[in-house]
């Protein structure tokens, strides 16, 4: 287990919901904790099929039991997979996303399940959910694989290096290397001074790859044993960082960009690439972006 160069918090958060396709979270989760060494809170929430004000003490009674068994099952399940991690286990009744927001006050990250490529719902927990929490969010999507290899994308804002320390974190844990990806091609993102820019394109390349430089060099300094290799590319950044993924265990994202305007909203570029992305992607908020979002 690497030392990590700040303070953590207590434990990681899984949302789980007992079924084969939320394995890969589960696995993900466990190995997450192991490699920090944290505690696995493993959170249920049961779903009540009745309208709000229908009463019925007795069903209530059979889900909340149906709950605890699977929550028992999956912390069987995860003392399998990793028996030096202490886990807890939480009950409660829906909203998820409400639930995971609320129980990850003492969460380092929270991870959930997104195995449903390329057609995730609007409404679905993978997309709800790092808009509106403030801590990171991995949607750990098919199973985790070798997880050596993570990809950030960096585009100059402050969402972007709290993304970027995080994905050099998870890179230094799992003695990977991590790949920094700015898809330099976003006219419609940049302030009006800059989109001369856009009319030469290798004055465009000089001045995003002094960009990126500036970027990593506090992180390469402080995790000089991570390998970290950056990548400037004169595409759009959805396609950039798709291809970029391709390779990749995990792709890293801040949860807004430098062309985001409600603070409530998930980034287009990070909303785009939960729904294609063909590898686990890990959301992180912008530091201040919780306080924000409250108001």
């Not at 992180?219 to 993924?245: G, H, I, M």
Request: aromatic letters at 4%; glycine letters at 8%.
């Amino acid at each position: 287990m690497v030392a990590l160069r700040r303070a953590q918090r207590p434990n990681i958060l899984l949302g789980y919901d007992g079924t084969e396709e939320n394995e890969p979270a589960l696995r993900w989760a466990v190995e997450e904790a192991r490699l920090r060494g944290l505690d696995l809170v493993m959170c249920y929430c049961w779903r009540w099929p009745y309208p709000q004000e229908h009463v019925d003490t007795a069903v209530q009674s059979v889900f909340q039991r149906v709950g605890e068994n699977i929550l028992r099952e999956g912390a069987g399940r995860a003392a399998e997979l990793g028996t030096s991690v202490r886990v807890c286990t939480v009950l409660r009744r829906e909203p998820v996303s409400e639930t995971l927001v609320h129980e990850s006050d003492d969460a380092e990250l929270i991870v959930i399940g997104s195995h449903e490529r390329h057609r995730l719902p609007a409404g679905s927990t993978a997309v709800q959910l790092p808009a509106r929490t403030r801590r990171p969010v991995i949607a750990v999507r098919g199973d985790a694989g070798p997880r050596g290899s993570v990809v950030a994308g960096v585009d100059g804002s402050a969402g972007a290096d709290a993304a970027l320390g995080f994905a050099i974190e998870e890179a230094a844990l799992r003695d990977g290397e991590l790949l920094v990806v700015h898809g330099a091609w976003e006219p419609g993102a940049v302030p009006e001074a800059e989109l001369s820019l856009f009319t030469d394109e290798e004055r465009l390349y000089r001045t995003r790859a002094a960009m990126l430089d500036e970027a990593v060099h506090p992180w390469t300094r402080r995790y000089p044993n991570v390998r970290v290799r950056t990548s400037v590319q004169l595409e759009r950044p959805r396609e950039a960082l798709l291809d970029a993924a391709s390779e990749a265990d995990l792709l890293v994202l801040g949860d807004r960009g430098t062309g985001g305007v409600d603070p409530l909203l998930l980034g287009a570029t990070s909303s785009a690439m939960l729904h294609h992305a063909p590898c686990t992607v890990a959301i992180v908020p912008e530091p201040g972006s919780a306080a924000r979002r409250a108001a």
